[in-house]
């Protein structure tokens, strides 16, 4: 199956869809590979007394798959656990596909095929037992041919108020850089063309919902920035645990009603006055929209708790 997807390629080193030059080394082309086996699995030969003899050999190994929101599952270990295997696994705990996920160890990406599309394992990458690897999940890969994005946020007003606001700040990035926050009173930034916030919420009494949106031109946003990262802080309420729910929608602004990613998160059980929502991210020269959902003190008149939680994630490798 793979074969006929992968033979323009392969064949005369052009997409087969717009016919543009693209080399096996592509780095688009490997994630679009790894994305095709978790699609259409492989059938390889497999050793099964070899494999059978390991399992019993390392007895009752653990490891231990954590998410940046704080959510993890545990699962066993053996040195010749491939990646794809684990990646299944995570699937069933945490309920996130697997062309969704990147497994990190040690700040390096756990792949799943070397160069020549041998399966790798959890011993090819150096993992002993007792690990903890990273889960960043990935919302959406973002089409190179997208202009005009909206991050479209919306949140469920608390009870017994009748006028309630989630805040929604965009820390912008450079490397570990922080360039300066955007939010509803400064609603842009002169070094930042690109991103501009739509200023204070609108309010939809009837269905008690309230609704932020940043709009990002992904063709003016400074190369240099690689890293915009989305929190919502609670106004009124002592923390984001009262209101009832908040969500995410991401579109083309030409395409309202075209989700290409959203998120709903169930808040209850976080007693924080922020959340480290979500991050425009730049990777290999490719935009994606990661899921963070991260609880973290600071507000709107007090950013610095929230800047030192984000600059700890991007020192630890998961932005």
């Known amino acids: 199956m793979t074969e006929c997807a992968t033979a323009s390629v392969k064949n005369s080193k052009k997409c087969s869809q717009c016919g543009n030059t693209v080399t096996e080394d ?28 390991e399992c019993a050999a390392i007895g009752s190994g653990k490891i231990y798959v954590t998410t940046i929101s704080g959510e993890s599952v545990t699962l066993s270990y053996y040195p010749l656990k491939k990646i794809f295997d684990i990646k299944k696994e995570v699937e069933n705990g945490l309920r996130t596909p697997p ?14 095929r070397n160069e020549d599309r041998k399966m790798l394992t959890l011993k090819d990458h150096n993992v002993p037992p007792e690990s903890k690897l990273h889960l960043i ?18 949140w469920g007003l608390p009870h017994g108020r009748s006028r309630d606001f989630l805040d ?28 501009e916030h739509s200023g204070p ?19 003016t946003v400074p190369h240099h920035v690689d890293k915009l990262v989305f929190t919502l802080s609670a106004w009124a309420s002592a923390n984001i645990s009262e209101y009832p729910y908040y969500r995410l929608d991401f579109h083309d602004v030409n395409f309202p009603d075209q989700q290409l990613c959203s998120d709903q998160v169930d808040v209850h059980h976080r ?41 700890a994630l991007i020192r630890n490798g998961l932005l």
């Open 99 to 112: 062309e969704k996920q990147r497994l990190l160890y040690r700040n390096k990406e756990l792949k799943v």
């Open 168 to 195: 929604v700040s965009v820390f912008v990035y450079s490397g570990t850089s922080n360039l300066g926050v955007i939010y509803y009173r400064n609603r842009r930034l002169d070094f930042c063309p690109g991103v």
């Open 271 to 311: 007693a924080y006055k922020s959340m480290i929502m979500c991050c425009l991210s730049k990777k290999n020269g490719r935009w994606e929209v990661i899921d963070m959902k991260k609880g973290s003190d600071g507000f709107t008149r007090n950013y610095y708790p929230l800047k030192r939680e984000i600059e």
């Open 137 to 154: 999940i990935v919302l959406c890969a973002v089409p190179d041919e997208l202009e005009k994005a909206v991050f479209d946020f919306y």
């Open 201 to 219: 919420a609108d309010m939809y009494y009837i269905r008690r919902e309230g609704r932020h949106q940043v709009n990002v031109n992904l063709r």
């Open 26 to 53: 592509n780095e688009i082309y490997k994630e679009y590979l790894e994305t095709l086996d978790f699609l259409f699995p492989p059938e390889e030969e497999v050793d099964e007394s070899a494999y059978q003899a």
